[in-house]
Every structure is written in C-alpha cells, then in structure tokens.
C-alpha cells in the first residue's frame, strides 16, 4: 500500500514540476505541425531552439515516385537535400534546427529565424504564443510585411515519442 501512495504522489510530483515548467516556459515542449510532423522547442543560448523531433511525409507533397520512395524510408534516412547550401545537404532532417527564436516585443511573442526544409530557405518570422496548447508560427518575407504562417498544437506528454536508439 506504501508503495502505491508513493508511486501516486511521485507521479503528481512530475505533473506538477511539468506543468509548472510549462508555466515558467511556455513554449517549451513538442508542438506538432499542421502536416502532423514535430517540433521540439528547448531553452538554448540564443534564447529557444526548436528540432525536428518526428517527420511525417504528408500525402500529396510529393509525386508518385518520391511518394514510394518516401514511405519506403526511415526517418534517420530522410536529408535536408533541398537545402540552397550543398554542404548542407546530406545533414539529417530527424535532430534539425529549424528554428532560432528570442524574446520579442510583446511577452507572447518571439522573434526569429525559420528554416523551412521544404524548399531550403530560411526566412525571418515569430512564434505567437496563443494558449498553454497552441502556438502560431509565421515565417516573413518582405521585412516582415508578408508573414504566412500556421498553428501547432502541443504535443500530450504521453504521446512524446522517445527517440529511436
């Protein structure tokens, strides 16, 4: 009996230490993208800094023959092959930065750069923090007068996959 009490307040005890490290970072965490693959933002020295942490191939990004080959792979042996830079193209795509982001000018703002693998371009952007589940990111062209952007939802804690050893 001692021990299942232990266990339950133990368990509390990281919920709570979780939900408050969400309340002191909130945009920490594994956010999951509109094409349902995911982003896991960390503290890092520039401020946060988000990885590829899990890659979905949607349906219909790419033609028939990439499609097969695409679902036939790994994600370790997907690579950022689009990049503008060749030196960076046989980087792997699962661990990638993609984002470099610091505080901004509102405290539910930040600031940033954007890599987007799609196409191999980086562009200037921000992360508007909409609720402790949702975020919005934007990338920017134009000095930031044409912005596109999409939400991400927050990834449940017992759905983070760990990652592949």
């Given at each position: 009996?001692?021990?299942?009490?232990?266990?339950?307040?133990?368990?509390?005890?990281?919920?709570?230490?979780?939900?408050?490290?969400?309340?002191?970072?909130?945009?920490?965490?594994?956010?999951?993208?509109?094409?349902?693959?995911?982003?896991?933002?960390?503290?890092?020295?520039?401020?946060?800094?988000?990885?590829?942490?899990?890659?979905?191939?949607?349906?219909?990004?790419?033609?028939?023959?990439?499609?097969?080959?695409?679902?036939?792979?790994?994600?370790?042996?997907?690579?950022?092959?689009?990049?503008?830079?060749?030196?960076?193209?046989?980087?792997?795509?699962?661990?990638?930065?993609i984002l470099t982001?610091?505080?901004?000018?509102?405290?539910?703002?930040?600031?940033?750069?954007?890599?987007?693998?799609?196409?191999?371009?980086?562009?200037?952007?921000?992360?508007e923090l909409l609720?402790?589940?949702?975020?919005?990111?934007?990338?920017?062209?134009?000095?930031?007068?044409?912005?596109?952007?999409?939400?991400?939802?927050?990834?449940?804690?017992?759905?983070?996959?760990?990652?592949?050893?």
């Amino acid at each position: 009996m001692k021990e299942i009490f232990a266990g339950v307040v133990g368990t509390m005890m990281l919920s709570i230490g979780s939900a408050s490290a969400q309340m002191a970072d909130p945009v920490v965490g594994v956010w999951r993208t509109l094409l349902r693959s995911e982003v896991t933002i960390s503290a890092c020295e520039t401020g946060y800094c988000g990885v590829l942490s899990r890659i979905v191939v949607p349906e219909g990004l790419l033609s028939g023959a990439e499609a097969e080959a695409a679902a036939a792979m790994r994600p370790e042996d997907f690579f950022d092959f689009r990049n503008k830079d060749p030196a960076l193209r046989d980087r792997p795509m699962l661990g990638l930065q993609i984002l470099t982001l610091r505080p901004g000018s509102q405290p539910y703002i930040l600031d940033g750069e954007i890599y987007n693998p799609e196409d191999g371009n980086t562009y200037s952007g921000y992360v508007e923090l909409l609720s402790a589940e949702r975020i919005r990111l934007n990338g920017c062209v134009l000095f930031n007068t044409i912005c596109r952007g999409e939400e991400w939802v927050r990834v449940p804690p017992e759905e983070v996959l760990e990652p592949a050893e």
